[in-house]
T-cell receptor, first 113, second 115 residues
Framework: NAGVTQTPKFQVLKTGQSMTLQCAQD?????MYWYRQDPGMGLRLIYY???????DKGEVPNGYNVSRLNKREFSLRLESAAPSQTSVYFC????????????FGQGTRLTVV | AQSVTQLDSQVPVFEEAPVELRCNYS??????LFWYVQYPNQGLQLLLK??????LVKGINGFEAEFNKSQTSFHLRKPSVHISDTAEYFC?????????????FGTGTQLKVEL
């Protein structure tokens, strides 16, 4: 089982460039999430999608947009990257009701210069 | 709003010694509690979780945690650590709502096991 797959694994952007982080899960989960991890701050929720067709803001949504393309895929877009968005991004998914364990991808390490 | 506090940012310990990683939380409603482990350059892996029932929860790799509602704590313990336990450990809480299972994480505790 692949679980949660994130692409790319590494990316360097220049300030002002845009990019989309991709996430796909093959566990038939209803809910998907995007977190960012910064040193000394743990993981913070950016956006989430409780079910296909819905998205909501998390704790730190500014500068990001998301798309729940279908049940499997949940993308995170940076329209105009800033150095403050340098971070490691994790996608996660869970069944929301039947199993409250969240499964995480391997992360995308993004550097904005 | 919920929050999680992990007071110890780093915990050094010798191999085969016991260890306790502390976690306290605050929430106005009932919560689910989790411990995740992150090895270098990897994603997070669930160690154990408390949803309901027995307050002593056993997880993978010999770890266990005890839920204490009166002290709002969920400390992680292992009686004898191994060098391979060196990793970062995150405590997390969630309020299961119609809006999904959003996790709030602590800032993490780096466990360093030394020979």
């Amino acid at each position: 089982n692949a679980g949660v797959t994130q692409t790319p694994k590494f990316q360097v952007l220049k300030t002002g460039q845009s990019m989309t982080l991709q996430c796909a899960q093959d566990m038939n989960h209803n809910s998907m999430y995007w977190y960012r991890q910064d040193p000394g701050m743990g993981l913070r929720l950016i956006y989430y999608s409780a079910s296909e067709g819905t998205t909501d803001k998390g704790e730190v949504p500014n500068g990001y947009n998301v798309s729940r393309l279908n049940k499997r895929e949940f993308s995170l877009r940076l329209e105009s990257a800033a150095p403050s968005q340098t971070s490691v991004y994790f996608c996660a998914s869970d069944h929301r009701v039947m199993n409250t364990e969240a499964f995480f991808g391997q992360g995308t390490r993004l550097t904005v210069v | 709003a919920q929050s999680v506090t992990q007071l110890d940012s780093q915990v050094p310990v010798f191999e085969e010694a016991p260890v306790e990683l502390r976690c306290n939380y605050s929430s106005s409603v009932s919560v689910y509690l989790f411990w995740y482990v992150q090895y270098p350059n990897q994603g997070l892996q669930l160690l154990l979780k408390y949803l309901s029932g027995s307050t002593l929860v056993k997880g993978i790799n010999g770890f266990e945690a005890e839920f204490n509602k009166s002290q709002t704590s969920f400390h992680l313990r292992k009686p004898s650590v191994h060098i391979s336990d060196t990793a970062e450990y995150f405590c997390a809480v969630s309020e299961l709502t119609g809006g999904g299972n959003k996790l709030t994480f602590g800032t993490g505790t780096q466990l360093k096991v030394e020979l």
